[in-house]
């Protein structure tokens, strides 16, 4: 809403082609600035462990109100964080029973995501090459797998060779994790023709 305003205003003062120098400044100075700064040490606080990171959490949060005089910073940016398959064991997780657990399809036709057929895609990729030579090849491609709706598949021809990467664009529900845990960044998300993307009816 803060972009959409900001938008609109410079649109109306005849600015539609500079900067939004307002937008920050909007966000800077609302109510969803002070929540995302009172929490930020949250996630680095855990990061140390349940007890430790519940310990300190908690006088940042209880004692200190959120105002600590340290922001915590992430020692890695997160997509360099990923495993590679020769280090880990493939989990099976049970078939969703539609009852506690559910298949991606499903959710995703509940959050009712469309986007037009001939917007120009928000999806794209730097290097073609890079889902089969590196994702696959050392990581299994974990898009398949961290992308909760099905946007990413490796499909193959029927012999099972030549496997590639299909981009089921119009399944995106804009949570953005493919732009951050991409291991090589190699996926670039950016915001959708306007109107696209999840329309949950009861939110
Ligand atoms: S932003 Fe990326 S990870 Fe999230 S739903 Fe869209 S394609 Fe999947």
Same mark, same amino acid.
């Given at each position: 809403?803060?972009?959409?305003?900001?938008?609109?205003?410079?649109?109306?003062?005849?600015?539609?082609?500079?900067?939004?120098?307002?937008?920050?400044?909007?966000?800077?100075?609302?109510?969803?600035?002070?929540?995302?700064?009172?929490?930020?040490?949250?996630?680095?606080?855990?990061?140390?462990?349940?007890?430790?990171?519940?310990?300190?959490?908690?006088?940042?949060?209880?004692?200190?109100?959120?105002?600590?005089?340290?922001?915590?910073?992430?020692?890695?940016?997160?997509?360099?964080?990923?495993?590679?398959?020769?280090?880990?064991?493939?989990?099976?997780?049970?078939?969703?029973?539609?009852?506690?657990?559910?298949?991606?399809?499903?959710?995703? !036709?509940?959050?009712?995501?469309?986007?037009?057929?001939?917007?120009?895609?928000?999806?794209?990729?730097?290097?073609?090459?890079?889902?089969?030579?590196?994702?696959?090849?050392?990581?299994?491609?974990?898009?398949?797998? !961290?992308?909760? %709706?099905?946007?990413?598949?490796?499909?193959?021809?029927?012999?099972?060779?030549?496997?590639?990467?299909?981009?089921?664009?119009?399944?995106?529900?804009?949570?953005?994790?493919?732009?951050?845990?991409?291991?090589?960044?190699?996926?670039?998300?950016? %915001?959708?023709?306007?109107?696209?993307?999840?329309?949950?009816?009861?939110?």
């Amino acid at each position: 809403m803060l972009a959409a305003e900001a938008a609109s205003e410079a649109v109306q003062a005849g600015r539609a082609a500079d900067e939004l120098a307002a937008y920050p400044e909007s966000f800077r100075a609302s109510w969803l600035y002070d929540e995302l700064h009172r929490a930020r040490n949250f996630k680095p606080w855990m990061a140390k462990g349940l007890y430790t990171g519940s310990l300190m959490f908690g006088i940042d949060q209880i004692v200190l109100g959120g105002r600590a005089p340290w922001t915590l910073r992430h020692r890695h940016a997160d997509h360099e964080t990923l495993k590679k398959k020769t280090e880990v064991q493939p989990i099976e997780y049970p078939r969703p029973d539609g009852v506690i657990s559910f298949d991606r399809n499903s959710s995703v !036709y509940l959050s009712g995501t469309n986007h037009e057929e001939n917007q120009p895609v928000h999806l794209t990729l730097k290097d073609a090459t890079v889902p089969v030579k590196i994702n696959l090849e050392l990581y299994d491609a974990p898009e398949q797998r !961290y992308c909760p %709706a099905g946007v990413y598949e490796i499909v193959r021809d029927a012999d099972g060779a030549n496997p590639r990467l299909q981009i089921n664009a119009q399944n995106c529900v804009h949570c953005k994790t493919c732009d951050i845990k991409d291991p090589t960044q190699n996926i670039v998300w950016v %915001a959708p023709e306007g109107g696209g993307g999840p329309n949950y009816p009861n939110m």
